[in-house]
C-alpha cells in the first residue's frame, strides 16, 4: 500500500479522496491554485503546494507544474479524480515515466478508449451492441449522405474525442447534415484539437444508464450495477440514481454482463463507467467509456456498500479484488442531486459568490459531499458544482421523500443553487413513475 498520495484536482473530488486516503492511513499531498488558497480542505492533507494562478490551464491542467509538486511531495502515486487531467492519457504516461503511480488505467487503455470511434470498434468485438452508423470516421459529406441514407434519418455526428455534447449534432435531412457536420467539425477540433467525427443512428427519446466497474491487474472484473442518469440538460447530467426504475432484470442482466466483456476486452484495470443508451423497448446500445471515477459514484457506494475510491487505491498499489460477483448486492435506492451554482430561472446562469451561511441538510440516510463552508467565496473559474446531495432509502418512492425533504433542508445564503429546480423534477410525476429520458426536462421546462 502507498505511503503517500497527491490529488491532482480540487473542490468536492478532492476533499473526497483525503478522506478515503485517511482512512487507508495514507498521508496526502494537496495542490491549489491562486484561486483555491482559502479552501478548508487543504488544512486537512499533510501538506499542499500552489501550482499556479486560477486560471485551469496554467494550475490544475498544467502537467509539469503538477509533477513538480508530486516529486517535491515525495509521492509514490497520483489520484487524478474528474475531470482536468483524469483522462489524458499524455499525463497518464508522465507520471509512470518518472515512477510514480497513477491510480487509474493505463495510457494505453485511456487512448484507445477515449476515441470514442476506436471504442466502438472494440464493442463490437467484444459483441457489445452498439448504434448502427458509420464503421470509421466521416471524411467528407458524400460518405456522410451516404451512410445517412443507409441508416435512415435522423442521424447523431459526433466528436470521436472529448464530451458534454460538445462537437454533436443532429440532422433530420440532407441539407441539416451538410451544415451540421461542418459544424461539429469544427467545434470538436477547436475543444478538443481532434476534428474527427462519425455517424451513428439517433435514437430518440433514449435513456442513458450507465454500469460501473472494477478490474484488478489479476484479471479480475466485477460490475457494481447500473445508474440512471437520464435527467440532465443539454447532456449535463442533473441528477443520477441506482438502481435504474423500470428496468427488467433480464435487462440489468444483460447490460451489466455486457459491461464486463468490454472491459475485459480493454484490458482495462481500475475504476471505470461504461455507458449505454436504452430505447422504449429496453435495447440498449454502447456509447462510450469514461475511464476515470464519475462525480456520481456515490450513489452506487450507497446501494452496494464498496467505497469506490478506496478500492481505486488498493486496486491501483497491486491487491486483488476482495469480492467476486455473487458478493456485490443491490440494497435499496438512492439518488443523486448535483447541486451547482447556478440560477435556472435564467437559464443556468452561473451563481459564483460568497455563501453568507451554509446549513447541510441531514438525518437518516442523507449524505452531502462538498468542500464549500458558511463564509466561502465560489470562484467562477470552474465549474459550478458545489455539492451533491445524496439519499438512501430501502425503496426508490422512499428515496425521493427523503430527497425532497434534504432539499427543503439545503440553504446556502448568499448565491443561488439548482435546489429549487431538483424538487421541480423530483415532484412531477413522470419523474415518479421513472418514465424519464434524456431529453424529459429539455421537453418539460424549456421547450
Request: aromatic share 6%.
Amino acid at each position: 500500500m502507498y505511503n503517500r498520495i497527491l490529488i491532482a484536482n480540487r473542490g468536492e473530488i478532492a476533499l473526497r479522496i483525503i478522506r478515503a486516503c485517511k482512512e487507508l492511513g495514507i498521508e496526502t499531498v494537496a495542490i491549489f491554485s491562486e484561486a483555491d488558497r482559502d479552501a478548508a480542505y487543504l488544512k486537512l492533507a499533510d501538506e499542499a503546494y500552489c501550482v499556479g494562478p486560477a486560471k485551469s490551464s496554467q494550475s490544475y491542467l498544467k502537467i509539469d507544474r503538477v509533477i513538480s509538486a508530486a516529486e517535491v511531495g515525495n509521492v509514490e502515486a497520483i489520484h487524478p479524480g474528474y475531470g482536468f487531467l483524469a483522462e489524458n492519457a499524455e499525463f497518464n504516461d508522465i507520471c509512470r515515466s518518472c515512477n510514480i503511480d497513477f491510480i487509474g488505467p493505463t495510457p494505453e487503455a485511456m487512448a484507445k478508449l477515449g476515441d470514442k470511434n476506436t471504442a466502438r470498434s472494440m464493442a463490437r468485438e467484444a459483441n457489445v451492441p452498439v448504434v448502427p452508423g458509420s464503421a470509421g470516421l466521416i471524411e467528407d459529406e458524400n460518405e456522410a449522405l451516404k451512410i445517412a441514407h443507409e441508416i435512415g434519418f435522423p442521424v447523431l455526428i459526433k466528436a470521436t474525442a472529448g464530451g458534454g455534447g460538445r462537437g454533436m449534432r443532429v440532422a433530420a435531412n440532407d441539407l441539416v447534415l451538410k451544415n451540421a457536420l461542418n459544424q461539429a467539425q469544427t467545434e470538436a477540433g477547436a475543444a478538443f484539437g481532434n476534428a474527427g467525427v462519425y455517424i451513428e443512428k439517433y435514437v430518440e427519446h433514449p435513456r442513458h444508464v450507465e454500469v460501473q466497474v472494477i478490474a484488478d491487474h489479476h484479471g479480475n472484473v466485477v460490475h457494481l450495477y447500473e445508474r440512471e442518469c437520464s435527467t440532465q440538460r443539454r447532456h449535463q447530467k442533473l441528477i443520477e440514481e441506482s438502481p435504474a426504475p423500470n428496468l427488467s432484470q433480464k435487462t440489468r442482466d444483460e447490460i451489466c454482463a455486457a459491461a464486463v466483456r468490454m472491459i475485459k476486452a480493454a484490458d482495462y484495470q481500475n475504476a471505470g463507467t461504461v455507458e449505454f443508451i436504452v430505447d422504449k423497448d429496453e435495447n440498449f446500445y454502447f456509447i462510450e467509456v469514461n475511464a476515470r471515477i464519475q462525480v456520481e459514484h456515490c450513489v452506487t457506494e450507497m446501494v452496494t456498500g464498496v467505497d469506490l475510491i478506496q478500492a481505486q487505491i488498493r486496486v491501483a498499489s497491486g491487491e486483488p479484488l476482495p469480492w467476486k460477483q455473487e458478493d456485490i448486492k443491490l440494497q435499496g435506492a438512492a439518488i443523486e442531486c448535483r447541486i451547482n451554482a447556478e440560477d435556472a430561472d435564467k437559464n443556468f446562469m452561473p451563481c459564483p459568490g460568497k455563501i453568507n451561511q451554509l446549513i447541510v441538510p441531514g438525518g437518516p440516510g442523507v449524505r452531502f459531499d462538498s468542500h464549500v463552508y458558511s463564509g466561502y467565496t465560489v470562484p467562477p473559474h470552474y465549474d459550478s458544482m458545489i455539492g451533491k446531495l445524496i439519499v438512501h432509502r430501502n425503496t426508490r418512492e422512499e428515496a425521493i421523500r427523503c430527497m425532497l425533504r434534504a432539499l427543503d433542508e439545503i440553504r446556502t445564503d448568499g448565491i443561488t443553487t439548482t435546489a429549487n429546480f431538483h424538487k421541480k423534477v423530483l415532484n412531477h410525476s413522470a419523474f415518479a413513475e421513472g418514465k424519464i429520458d434524456t431529453t424529459f426536462v429539455e421537453r418539460t421546462w424549456f421547450s
